[in-house]
């Protein structure tokens, strides 16, 4: 049963990866180029040498940026499988599709835009080569926060929804969720790398494409692997367990 769902996963990544691409080639690329045109400018006015292309922008936007959004996409819609496996018929008793798109929402809340508040995605030439590592440890850092917070709020949610019903048991929690990520973020370092000369119109556009690739992979696959295990009927929860069923 779970194998059979990890291979929907993978496969419901894989066309997530796909039209992430699509997006990403017409509507991330342009940008990237814009920020290398402006970081040569920079470096040219300083009289530096531009520095050697181990790969050229046709491979890293082409062939390359494919290989990378669609093995991300593999995996992501894998581990997404894994956790679904997991929660059918543990959480409450919902559709199959109902769950994937609810569990994509939150992975898609977790894993993107609180990191992505307090350290958002930057376009080449901002940031220093130096702070890459302390960078990155900090983005992985409030993503595991953001996991933990949202983990707690859940089992605050059903103990809550006991107590005061399911609608204002889910307020409470999405409040101890958002207060737990407001005292994190303001407690953890801010990282402003960003030139000052740097169009500001460039960098908005940046982010937005980074977040619409995100956008783009996590509603596919919710939406195209709840509605791929629903049709097959591989499961379905029975008095709060799970069956397999033969496909």
Do not use: H
């Amino acid at each position: 049963m779970v194998g059979k769902l990890l291979v929907r996963g993978m496969l419901a990544g894989i066309a997530a990866g796909l039209l992430t691409f699509g997006f990403a080639r017409l509507v991330g690329e342009p940008q990237v180029d814009q920020a290398i045109s402006f970081e040569a400018k920079a470096d040219a006015a300083k009289g530096e040498a531009p520095e050697p292309e181990i790969v050229s922008r046709e491979t890293q936007a082409g062939f390359g940026l494919l290989t990378g959004v669609v093995t991300y996409g593999a995996a992501v819609g894998g581990l997404f499988s894994l956790v679904f496996a997991y929660a059918y018929g543990r959480v409450s008793v919902v559709s199959a599709r109902a769950l994937s798109a609810w569990l994509a929402l939150a992975a898609f809340i977790a894993l993107v835009i609180v990191p992505n508040i307090k350290y958002p995605a930057n376009p080449p030439s901002v940031g220093d080569p130096e702070t890459i590592g302390a960078r990155t440890g900090l983005f992985f850092l409030m993503i595991v926060i953001s996991i933990a917070a949202m983990v707690f709020s859940l089992k605050v949610r059903r103990r809550a929804a006991l107590k005061f019903g399911v609608w204002n048991g889910s307020i409470v929690a999405g409040i101890v969720f958002i207060a737990i990520i407001a005292a994190v973020q303001l407690s953890m370092p801010t990282i402003n790398e960003v030139p000052a000369a740097f169009p500001a119109v460039l960098l908005w556009k940046f982010r937005v494409a980074a977040i619409g690739m995100q956008v783009i992979m996590w509603t596919t696959i919710g939406l195209l692997f709840g509605a791929v295990v629903e049709r097959s009927a591989l499961m379905r929860p029975v008095v709060g367990r799970v069956v397999a069923k033969s496909v």
